[in-house]
């Protein structure tokens, strides 16, 4: 397949460490693509579904042990502590690679080893870059060739090029306590042993894209983040793109994929997806910033997805798609999962693949759920109804907003705008969120997660909050405008407030409009405010006074918040960026003059 001297000596090292009996390049063809389907449901990794309803499309259960991201299991190997920051688990390069590479010895054996040459990002895109990834899981080879693009080309374009990626995959016993997910950002290295989930396996996604590639782009001057881009096409056809970074299981696919309430819809607005994950930006020619999506597909939450909270997600998922961990209706053999529809299956399996019926269904109970909250849909981009015309092209697209946020029960506001660069960066290093299952640990604590990268970013966070800065001080007048918003705020009885979903277009006409300078706003101590009447409630069973309240800056849970930060900001000692002390004294100067 390749002549390229370093990616055929690490196959080499790879062999031996490994001793597979065969190795198999992919290719990304479809021939292939449906030989190894064929390979995987004979081995029991997949189970064929209802090729007349859902065709192309499998079911995979993972280990029970192994249904999620391993946080307390992710390393940065740099080759000192301070490098990695006080967020990320750190262990020295050597002494990591030589227990990795203890565990993974011999663990090819009476297997095969599949070499996966992939791009992230539309293959050849000045923005796009490669990876290899070996692995000895089809299941692993099945999600990459829809999570990326996989393909001999790859290799052409990487010709002699020593900057690739490697990645290392060894499923081994899927042993919870030997399982580790090891970043080496100065060697472009990878590897994840004893798992078979997701986040932890697929290499090119959260393992490159995040943590390598924020590395990457550290050090080069782009920057690479856990942020969906969309499209926001208005009556006159015009397109603004918005990145948006919210934690796991946060949004980020819902948002991406939105369709407008039907007034709006009636009016002309629409909503193109370049991307529900992850962002890579870089300065154009033209000194603004422009995003790629590197994704090729969409690895989604299945719980809560339906034809009404994202119709479009759904129509992705009709063909070509693996389900991870949903439950398997066995009356039509077809997929089903908590929030599909109204219809539980009579005669399911659960997850698990044990026996399931509604009757067995508990909600305060998730062991009772027939889907696991973290189960996933692996869907090619390309069955995206509302996929964007820019999805494939490699120059990327002009960002004019940039969109933090997360779950908050009581604090921040519905949406509010930073007042410049300085100030968003700050509002991004302070982002907070109750956890998802999207992550092994509790669920519902709240947490710092700075720009949704806590479990992302593969270097010390203070430097990266300082290429925030740097990048703003390049971009000057052009970049993007930054804000906050919050979908998730409660009222008394813990229901959310804001109808959220399609509604949130509401929301995105007002940031686009703050862009252009035709929206209005109050200035609070967080920053800009809609008034009230900014955001159209048309045909939404909702008050303006509902409104206001879930639009209201709380001078007590603020002042507690500004503690919060203070605390959150120890962490970083000298590496915090003086600037962003600054915003925290000023916010703390304004909310005591509320
Ligand atoms: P990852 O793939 O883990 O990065 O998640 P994500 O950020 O793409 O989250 P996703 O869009 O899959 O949503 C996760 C969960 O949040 C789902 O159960 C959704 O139903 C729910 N959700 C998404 N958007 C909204 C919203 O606007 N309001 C409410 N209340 N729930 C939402
Ligand atoms: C996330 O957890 O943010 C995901 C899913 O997108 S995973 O690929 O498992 O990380
Ligand atoms: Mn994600």
Redesign the pocket.
């Known amino acids: 397949m390749t002549t390229n001297k370093t990616v055929l000596k690490w196959l080499d090292e790879m062999k031996e460490l490994l001793t597979p009996d065969q190795v198999v390049w992919v290719d990304g063809s479809e021939e292939q693509i449906e030989a190894f389907r064929a390979e995987a449901c004979e081995i029991g990794e997949l189970h064929k579904l209802n090729q007349d309803k859902l065709p192309g499309c499998y079911l995979h259960r993972t280990n029970p042990n192994d249904v999620a991201r391993v946080e307390d299991r992710t390393f940065i190997c740099t080759t000192t502590k301070e490098e990695a920051g006080p967020t990320n688990n750190w262990c020295d390069p050597a002494q990591m690679y030589k227990k990795l590479y203890d565990i993974a010895r011999g663990s090819y054996k009476g297997k095969t080893m599949y070499v996966i040459p992939y791009s992230m990002g539309p293959i050849g895109s000045p923005i796009a870059k490669v990876g290899i990834e070996v692995t000895d899981s089809i299941y692993v080879v099945l999600n990459m060739v829809i999570m990326t693009r996989v393909s001999p080309k790859v290799l052409e374009v990487l010709g002699d090029s020593n900057d690739w990626v490697r990645g290392l995959h060894s499923r081994c016993d899927v042993d919870p306590e030997k399982r580790y997910i090891c970043h080496f950002p100065q060697d472009n290295t990878i590897i994840s042993v004893n798992s078979g989930y997701g986040g932890n396996v697929l290499l090119g996604k959260k393992c490159f894209a995040l943590r390598i590639a924020s590395y990457q782009g550290w050090k080069e001057g782009w920057m690479a983040e856990?942020m969906?881009i969309l499209g926001l096409e208005n009556p006159q056809g015009e397109v603004r793109y918005i990145a948006a970074a919210?934690?796991?299981?946060?949004?980020?696919?819902?948002?991406a994929m939105l369709i407008p309430p039907e007034y709006l819809r009636e009016k002309g607005y629409k909503i193109w997806t370049v991307g529900?994950?992850i962002s890579w930006m870089k300065i154009g020619p033209d000194g603004r910033l422009y995003a790629i999506n590197p994704e090729n597909g969409f690895?989604?939450?299945a719980?809560?997805?339906n034809v009404h909270?994202?119709f479009n997600a759904l129509e992705s998922t009709k063909k070509n798609t693996i389900f991870t961990n949903v439950a398997l209706n066995l009356d039509d053999n077809t997929v089903w999962w908590e929030?599909l529809d109204k219809n539980p299956p009579e005669n399911a399996l659960e997850w698990k693949g044990n026996a399931w019926n509604p009757s067995m269904f508990v909600k305060a109970d998730k062991s009772t759920y027939a889907a696991h909250p973290n189960s996933r849909f692996t869907a090619p981009a390309e069955n995206c109804p509302c996929i964007s015309d820019e999805f494939n092209k490699g120059a990327g697209v002009p960002i004019s907003a940039i969109v933090f946020g997360g779950r908050r029960a009581k604090c921040a506001p519905l949406v509010y705008q930073s007042k410049d660069w300085v100030n968003g960066v700050f509002v991004g290093s302070a982002m907070a969120s109750e956890t998802?299952a999207?992550a092994a640990g509790a669920v519902g604590v709240v947490r710092r997660d700075p720009m949704a990268m806590l479990p992302f970013c593969g270097y010390h966070m203070g430097d990266y909050f300082a290429h925030w800065l740097e990048m703003g001080e390049k971009l000057g007048d052009k970049a993007p405008k930054i804000f906050n918003v919050n979908?998730?705020r409660t009222d008394d009885e813990g229901n959310?407030v804001?109808p959220?979903?399609g509604d949130?277009m509401r929301v995105l006409n007002w940031i686009i409009d703050r862009c252009e300078g035709k929206a209005t706003a109050t200035e609070t101590a967080i920053g800009y405010i809609p008034q009230p009447e900014d955001i159209d409630l048309t045909d939404l069973d909702m008050d303006i006074e509902t409104l206001k309240s879930i639009l209201k800056v709380d001078k007590d849970v603020w002042t507690k918040e500004a503690e919060e930060i203070e605390e959150h900001y120890k962490k970083f000692g000298d590496k915090l960026p003086a600037a962003l002390r600054e915003q925290l004294d000023a916010l703390k100067a304004n909310l005591a003059k509320m």
């Not at 919210?246 to 948002?255: D, E, M, R, Y």
């Open positions: 856990h969906l919210f934690p796991s299981a946060c949004g980020k696919t819902n948002l529900d994950d690895f989604g939450v719980p809560g997805t909270s994202n929030g998802t999207a979908w998730f959310f804001w959220g979903f949130n």
